[in-house]
């Protein structure tokens, strides 16, 4: 049988991967030593030139399935890692048959769940951990993905200026639906609990964290961000005529989540003294299209936040309020970002995505500011914090160029 490769901007160096081998087999000079989470398939991440992928074994169904189904959640503008394509057909040198093998791009930045806690996650920043999950649980939910077997295993973790974002890496048990209903979304919460529960009490008794994780309050946390997120984002709101207000600040709520309304349902009663209000489509991501009109930068959401707050303080600081935004973010790019990350060694920018270092870089000013008593410098702070900390970091980006 003839090898077949199914792909989207087909990368012909992909034929050059030992195929004829199961993945537990392929050698070191092709797979890149990146840390990986558990999973119940085979996964191998290999570099190829300028690119770097995640090899998953399976069956043809299950890969073609899981293929189109992550294709349509990149056209939906979903959180989830960006497929390549299917190989099937693959035989041993001895014409025995191998699996069908699913491939994605890699993440860059990514790391998973157990990863972060061998680089200094512990107990206490489970709730983060939590968090991200919650908001990408959301996110599909409302983009009408039903999941089926929510999991930290099932997610890759980027760093978002002291929080994480979540990106789904497994659609194979995954269903779009036009909605999904109150009994699916119970059924994925439900999951999701159970599954976390036990990661998190295996990561518990592995001794990766130092102090004990009360998983029972975690699975409550999770239950109860997703309600009241999922609520905020729901909600019918009813109201009088002269609150009209109202309106205006259900918006902003939105917009203080991180959320951009898209349409807006606005129902008012006959006499018109009654006016009910409900979001009908939100997406996240309010500051991070904010700031790429800005300034150009693709960056994660709490990322795009914190620096759209010291683009307020740069313009109130050379008093450029009446100045144009984007001529002023332009002034702030020149005199600001781009020197700082100019002064990160080469070998140093694998280490953290720029818009987290910049992060890092404005919680290590308020250290030293309160250390000294005055404000310090962001270019004096830029280089202690670059000496001190950044390079002693490990990487967590892998590019085909390393």
């Not at 057909?89 to 994605?104: F, H, M, N, Q, W």
């Not at 976390?196 to 990561?203: G, Q, S, T, V």
């Amino acid at each position: 049988m003839a090898m077949r490769i199914v792909a989207s901007r087909p990368d012909p160096a992909i034929l050059r991967l030992p195929w004829h081998l199961p993945l537990e087999e392929w050698p070191d000079d092709v797979v890149v030593p990146l840390p990986r989470g558990l999973s119940r398939h085979v996964v191998r991440i290999v570099r190829l030139g300028s690119s770097v992928y995640a090899v998953k074994e399976t069956n043809d169904d299950i890969a073609f399935r899981e293929y189109r189904m992550l294709r349509d959640l990149q056209r939906m503008g979903m959180p989830s890692v960006v497929p390549q394509g299917v190989v099937t057909g693959r035989e041993s040198r001895d014409g025995e048959d191998l699996p069908a093998a699913l491939i994605t791009h890699h993440l860059r930045f990514s790391l998973p769940y157990r990863s972060l806690f061998s680089r200094g996650m512990d107990a206490e920043h489970v709730p983060t951990l939590i968090d991200a999950i919650v908001v990408l649980l959301v996110r599909l939910h409302l983009a009408g993905f039903y999941w089926g077997d929510v999991s930290l295993s099932n997610v890759l973790f980027r760093r978002d200026a002291g929080a994480l974002a979540a990106y789904l890496v497994d659609a194979e048990t995954g269903e779009l639906h036009e909605h999904v209903g109150d009994r699916l979304r119970e059924y994925d919460i439900t999951v999701g609990c159970e599954n976390i529960f036990a990661e998190l009490m295996d990561l518990s008794a592995s001794g990766a964290v130092q102090r004990p994780i009360d998983g029972f309050a975690i699975i409550e946390h999770l239950r109860s961000r997703y309600e009241a997120l999922w609520r905020e984002l729901t909600d019918l709101e009813e109201f009088g005529a002269d609150e009209m207000w109202r309106i205006e600040r259900r918006v902003e709520r939105l917009n203080d989540l991180g959320f951009d309304v898209d349409e807006l349902d606005i129902v008012t009663d006959l006499g018109g003294d009654t006016i009910r209000i409900q979001p009908k489509v939100v997406d996240l991501g309010h500051h991070t299209r904010e700031l790429r009109d800005l300034t150009g930068m693709a960056v994660e959401d709490n990322q795009a936040r914190r620096i759209l707050n010291d683009l307020a303080s740069f313009a109130a600081h050379y008093d450029l309020g009446r100045e144009d935004r984007h001529v002023m973010a332009s002034r702030w790019m020149h005199e600001i970002f781009e020197p700082i990350m100019a002064m990160i060694p080469p070998d140093a920018t694998g280490k953290l995505e720029p818009a987290e270092i910049f992060h890092e870089i404005l919680e290590h000013r308020w250290y030293l500011s309160e250390q000294a008593g005055h404000e310090v410098g962001i270019h004096e702070t830029a280089r202690d914090y670059i000496e001190r900390f950044l390079t002693a970091r490990p990487d967590e980006a892998i590019t085909g160029q390393e």
